[in-house]
Each structure stands twice: as C-alpha cells, then as structure tokens.
C-alpha cells in the first residue's frame, strides 16, 4: 500500500515539474508603417528568432529609402525581442535638390607622413533637401606661364558621385582612388579626400536626385565662430589659395643642419644628410625658412655650414638653376657653400 502511495507521489511530482518547465513560446507583432505608401503586411515572430524583410513599398515621386525604428536604420538580421513598428522612410524626388548651403575644406595634419606622395584633405558641408547623394567636383589648376594667375588644366575637371543616380559622373566616389573614408550619400556631411602632393586643385559640391541636380556650391573660409575639425588645419578659399601641399626635399650636400640655430659644429648636427619640409602652397612665391638659413649660429633660425664653409645657396638638382622661392610643385634643391 505504501509503495503505492510513493508512486502516486512521484507521479503527480514529476507531473508538475514537466508543466512547470515547458512555457508557451513568446511571440511578437512587427507592423510595418509605410508612411504614405504601399501597404505592407505586419509579421508575428517568436522570441528571438528575425522578421522576414518585406518587400519594399512603392509611393508616387519618392524613392524608398528603408525602415526605419526611431529614426535609426533597422537591420533585418537583429532578433526580435518587443513589438515592433517600423517606419518607411522616402527619397523625394519630385523635385531637384536643394545645394548644399557651405562648403569647408581642412588639411588633416601630418597626413603626409602616412604616404610619402599623398596628403588628405577633410571635406564638411551643410545637407541639402530632397537629396540622395552628393557630387563632388576636383578640378587640377596651374600657374600661368608668367607666374601671375591661376589658371585651369584643361580638361582636368573630374565629378564623382553614384552613377546609380546620375550616369554622367564620371567615377562613383565609393572606390575611386581620391576616396580616403567617408562617403558622399545623402546623410553624410563629410569625407576626406587623397590628393597627391606638389599640384593644385579646387573643388566644390553639388546635391543630386532622380529629377536632377542642384546649383554648385564653391568652397569658402570658414568663420572664425565655426570649430575646426580636431587634427585639421583650415584649407583658405579663393582664387590664389587652391588646395595644395608640397614636399620639399633638401640635399644637405655634405652640410650640417641644425634647424633652431641653437647648436654650433662641435655639436652633433639635427640633420647631415637631408632634410625634408612640407609646406601648404599660398597664392604666391614665398621663402621658407630654409630656403634662406642663417649663416650665424645661435640666432635662433636654421643654421647650415660644412666644415669651416658657410653655405651660401641652393640651387633645383634637376636643373643646377639657384631658386630662392617655391612654387606649388614638389622641389628638390642642393645646397651651396662657399660661393
């Protein structure tokens, strides 16, 4: 009789361990808000399993641009762990964009150290209305022959976007080699360019859509209440201020450099060999430091001698002629002692 008893116990014990840990799977409702366009049919998933992507909506004068969930893209590959309503966002494209409002341009610092025949310029513009990307236009500039203006390389001029959008570019700007990161779609305000030292460009910016593009917006200074880019410097806008760096390469010649004028030659030199400058281009022809050095040591400027013989000049390697300024090309020059 006992034994039966147990049983009995054990049966209805183990009945309602088993009820116990077998819950009812969790489901949730995913709707779908097409915010003006076609209908889309709500999903019922279970507990952290993923909604089936829908088909996208369609709407009259707008492109679909995703949905979205407070505001935020929404991935299809995240688990399902609430109700959900998501939210259609649209491109409009019954009209062309508006242009960007401002266009800024500042060096990234040192940018130039990272590879030896290239600098990076940061490029920050304000959003425009209605707009699916940006384009990017970079023209190549040059001096005149006589040195007094600047002037255009003939058909340099290069406009990069997303041919998805508009055909007629020439390069979509994901991939193409001035591309250094960021992107030019239609919620970016920058990207930072790749541009090879010792020429001169200029750029500007323009907002495209289905229906076409807008105005072009050239690039300008900066105010001075408008906070730099951290590790930029700002790249001046206007005629003699194309965008430019240039690398400066000095054949010391067998001279020794000390580039604060601190040191005499019973001192180890700062440089013995070469010594290489980067410097901006700035509308004009202007003497770097070292392309004058002092002849006089501590006087607080760069210093260069060889030997007992004071330098006296440089003179372009390629080309034995004695410069004094730079231009915006990248130069290499010897220097000159005892003349």
């Not at 305000?189 to 050239?218: F, M």
Request: aromatic content about 14%.
């Amino acid at each position: 009789m006992k034994n039966k008893i147990f049983s009995l116990i054990c049966m209805i014990i183990s009945f309602i361990i088993i009820s116990c840990s077998t819950e009812e799977p969790v489901y949730h409702t995913v709707s779908f808000d097409s915010n003006g366009g076609s209908f889309v049919t709500a999903q019922t998933v279970e507990q952290g399993k993923k909604v089936k992507e829908p088909e996208e909506p369609v709407r009259d004068e707008y492109i679909f641009a995703g949905w979205f969930k407070d505001g935020e893209i929404f991935y299809f590959d995240t688990p399902i762990t609430e109700d959900l309503i998501l939210r259609a966002e649209w491109y409009y494209i019954g009209s062309v964009p508006t242009p960007p409002a401002k266009l800024y341009a500042y060096y990234v610092n040192n940018s130039e150290d990272v590879n030896k025949d290239y600098y990076n310029v940061m490029l920050v513009w304000e959003t425009s209305q209605y707009v699916i990307c940006y384009e990017i236009e970079l023209t190549e500039y040059q001096l005149s022959t006589d040195g007094s203006n600047v002037e255009e390389v003939a058909d340099s001029a290069k406009i990069y976007g997303l041919k998805a959008v508009n055909d007629t570019v020439d390069e979509d700007f994901a991939g193409a080699e001035i591309c250094y990161a960021g992107n030019v779609m239609s919620t970016s305000t920058c990207c930072t360019l790749k541009l090879p030292l010792g020429h001169l460009y200029d750029v500007r910016i323009r907002a495209a859509n289905y229906a076409g593009q807008s105005e072009w917006t050239n690039r300008t200074k900066p105010a001075s209440s408008i906070a730099i880019p951290a590790g930029t410097t700002v790249a001046y806008a206007g005629v003699t201020n194309r965008l430019n760096r240039l690398r400066i390469t000095y054949n010391l010649n067998g001279g020794s450099l000390w580039l604060d004028g601190s040191k005499y030659a019973t001192y180890e030199a700062d440089y013995t060999n070469t010594y290489i400058n980067y410097r901006t281009w700035a509308g004009g022809s202007i003497n770097p430091d070292l392309m004058k050095p002092s002849t006089t040591p501590f006087s607080g400027k760069p210093y260069l001698i060889k030997g007992a013989t004071r330098f006296s000049g440089w003179y372009e390697t390629s080309t034995g002629i004695i410069v004094t300024n730079y231009s915006y090309k990248n130069l290499l020059v010897t220097a000159l002692f005892g003349y």
